[in-house]
T-cell receptor, first 113, second 115 residues
Framework: GQQVMQIPQYQHVQEGEDFTTYCNSS?????IQWYKQRPGGHPVFLIQ?????EVKKQKRLTFQFGEAKKNSSLHITATQTTDVGTYFC?????????????FGTGTRLTIIP | DAGVIQSPRHEVTEMGQEVTLRCKPI?????LFWYRQTMMRGLELLIY????????DSGMPEDRFSAKMPNASFSTLKIQPSEPRDSAVYFC?????????????FGNGTRLTVT
């Protein structure tokens, strides 16, 4: 079945440093979504990417979808304490019969003030 | 907008007891999902419904788990009998569309502890 892996599993950064998490799928995706889960909270939708090579920005967050539509990344510039949480990618399979959304393993970001 | 509403927020029960988790999706959303989250296994899709019909229940661990959606505004996830390994946070989510092509809106979750 479809697998979606994220690296790193954990990331500790000094406040103000940049942060990147990478998402890799075992199969081609039709789209990819990113979610953020604060400690003790629930996943909250951030963005969806659909096109090959697509890049989208939300303030200090930059999201990218790979050319082959099998990988994606989230980059945060100049992290702040409010960025703390676990970031999940979720990919939808592109092949018939494999269209369900599969969540990645997540990257937990902690910020050192 | 009330969002997805789950109850209870916390449930502590003894092994062997029946547990029922409840979910009210966002009005107008036609897809509903049940996820389980643990440290070891992450976010796992248990089952999802589209227009109240179960579409994919391949993630349901075993026969002890069952889910229903009798109407567009209510769903339940039942575990009977419960076991300690069922301890986890259970999330319900809803979305427009058939699932995977529009954002999921998650409820606050039910933290289940089975002793």
């Amino acid at each position: 079945g479809q697998q979606v892996m994220q690296i790193p599993q954990y990331q500790h950064v000094q406040e103000g440093e940049d942060f990147t998490t990478y998402c890799n799928s075992s199969t081609t995706l039709s789209n990819i979504q990113w979610y953020k889960q604060r400690p003790g909270g629930h996943p909250v939708f951030l963005i969806q990417l659909v096109k090959s090579g697509e890049v989208k920005k939300q303030k200090r967050l930059t999201f990218q979808f790979g050319e082959a539509k099998k990988n994606s990344s989230l980059h945060i510039t100049a992290t702040q304490t409010t960025d703390v949480g676990t970031y999940f990618c979720a990919g939808r399979g592109a092949n018939f019969g494999n269209e369900k959304l599969t969540f990645g393993t997540g990257t937990r970001l902690t910020i050192i003030p | 907008d009330a969002g997805v509403i789950q109850s209870p927020r916390h449930e502590v029960t003894e092994m062997g007891q029946e547990v029922t988790l409840r979910c009210k999706p966002i009005s107008g959303h036609n897809s509903l999902f049940w996820y389980r989250q643990t440290m070891m296994r992450g976010l796992e899709l248990l089952i999802y419904f589209n227009n109240n019909v179960p579409i994919d229940d391949s993630g349901m661990p075993e026969d002890r788990f069952s889910a229903k959606m009798p109407n567009a505004s209510f769903s339940t996830l039942k575990i009977q009998p419960s076991e300690p390994r069922d301890s986890a946070v259970y999330f319900c989510a809803s979305s427009l569309g058939t699932g995977g092509d529009s954002p999921l809106h998650f409820g606050n979750g039910t933290r289940l502890t089975v002793t």
